[in-house]
């Protein structure tokens, strides 16, 4: 069981927009404001896609947004493609020992 | 631009000692706070970071694999080295290794490298 809680799989249709969940504790997501999102096509290497609950990296596109409340973060993709069709991965730092924790990955499909 | 790429050994036998190298260039891993990290993952499952390395050489574990593993640099080689010991059959997955930058938050990693799938059987 991973330590951030995803939903299994979302679906939405081309130009629809999507959420994904990521829930953890008052010890990571609730406690900083460093929670990451990783895009995995297929047999690829994770992407970071969201840094700092809202941060962009460079290259990414503005479809894809990061927020959160409390102890549960949330990556919104609006406008989906296909191209979007991957696994999301939430993380979080944790502040302990553990230093980061990994969601158990959402499976994204464009219908 | 940055990149890592993982080299070691497919297969291993149980009990063994795995160790990985992470190839890297377009950084140097004597900048002032650049990391670097291993994460693994086993086919159909999640990521589970592993361990991660300072410029200043300070080094991070994870608590539950900590006696199992040794991470080390060579900054004039631009690699970073894995060591994992006992290896055993649910240590099956793909390994990462992955950078990050010193302005970002820690443990924020971008970029990965691709990954080598490293497979524990007799």
């Known amino acids: 069981q991973s330590a951030l809680t995803q939903p299994a799989s979302v679906s939405g249709s081309p130009g629809q927009s999507i959420t994904i969940s990521c829930t953890g504790t008052?010890?990571?997501?609730?406690?900083?404001?460093?929670v990451s999102w990783y895009q995995q096509h297929p047999g690829k290497a994770p992407k970071l896609m969201i840094f700092e609950v809202s941060y962009r990296p460079s290259g990414v596109p503005d479809r894809f947004s990061g927020s959160k409340s409390g102890n549960t973060a949330s990556l919104t993709i609006s406008g989906l493609q296909a191209e979007d069709e991957a696994d999301y991965y939430c993380s979080s730092y944790t502040g302990s020992s553990t230093y980061v924790v990994f969601g158990g990955g959402t499976k994204l499909t464009v219908l | 631009q940055i990149t890592l790429k993982e080299s070691g050994p497919t297969l291993v036998k149980p009990t063994q000692t795995l160790t990985l190298t992470c190839s890297f260039s377009g950084f140097s891993l004597s900048t002032s706070g650049v990391s670097v990290g291993w994460i693994r993952q086993p086919p159909g499952k999640t990521l589970e970071w592993l361990a991660l390395i300072y410029w200043d050489d300070d080094k991070r574990y994870s608590p539950s694999l900590k006696s199992r593993l040794t991470i080390t640099k060579d900054t004039s080689k631009n690699q970073v080295v894995l060591t994992m010991s006992n290896m055993d059959p649910v240590d099956t997955a793909t390994y990462y290794c992955?950078?990050?930058?010193?302005?970002?938050?820690?443990?924020?990693?971008?970029?990965w490298g691709q990954g080598t799938l490293v497979t524990v059987s007799s």
């Open positions: 008052s010890s990571d997501v609730g406690g900083y404001n460093y």
């Open positions: 992955a950078h990050s930058y010193s302005w970002r938050p820690p443990f924020t990693f971008d970029p």
